[in-house]
């Protein structure tokens, strides 16, 4: 196994630990993991740029929201942001998501509609299980959430929209 001497500790080291880094010569950092997270820490605490683009954005909050407007907007951010959440909330891609779609016939799996905007999608999971059932319309996704996805509850209400409509009061 290699080792390697840390320029600020001094310690002789596994390679392991060691950051990668492809421009040096044996292909890691100079500095040890654990010393190059102190002086991250202490760049990061000194904090200079990051005061002074707090300072900065307190002193320009039109200007501050307009960059931050345009930044979200990009498209290349949009699909960033949406992958993103759907990794984190739902452990899938922004592209599994839009197969799912796609497999659907771009349209919502319950009522068949499809909205105006692509943003009216949602994807719809077991709740218990996590399990991902498929892509909802805004109205079919709370429909089923108010219904704490119970199938009987969902059975009784159809019933009662048929009872209703032939006994009606008129």
């Avoid at 109205?139 to 048929?162: M, S």
Wanted: with cysteine; net charge positive.
């Amino acid at each position: 196994m290699s080792v390697k001497s840390c320029r600020i500790c001094g310690e002789f080291k596994p390679l392991t630990e060691f950051h990668r880094a492809s421009g040096m010569r044996d292909g890691h950092r100079n500095e040890c993991k654990s010393c190059f997270k102190l002086l991250a820490k202490a760049r990061y605490d000194s904090a200079t740029a990051v005061a002074r683009a707090k300072q900065w954005r307190i002193d320009n909050p039109e200007r501050s929201r307009a960059y931050q407007a345009e930044y979200r907007a990009r498209p290349e951010r949009r699909r960033a942001m949406r992958d993103l959440y759907y990794r984190r909330t739902f452990g899938i891609t922004a592209d599994d998501f839009d197969a799912l779609l796609e497999k659907q016939g771009g349209v919502c799996a319950i009522c068949g509609c499809a909205p105006e905007r692509a943003a009216s999608f949602h994807l719809d999971h077991d709740h218990v299980s996590g399990a991902i059932r498929g892509i909802l319309c805004l109205d079919c996704n709370q429909g089923v959430g108010k219904f704490r996805d119970d199938p009987g509850l969902l059975e009784r209400a159809a019933a009662y929209i048929r009872e209703g409509r032939t006994t009606a009061v008129g």
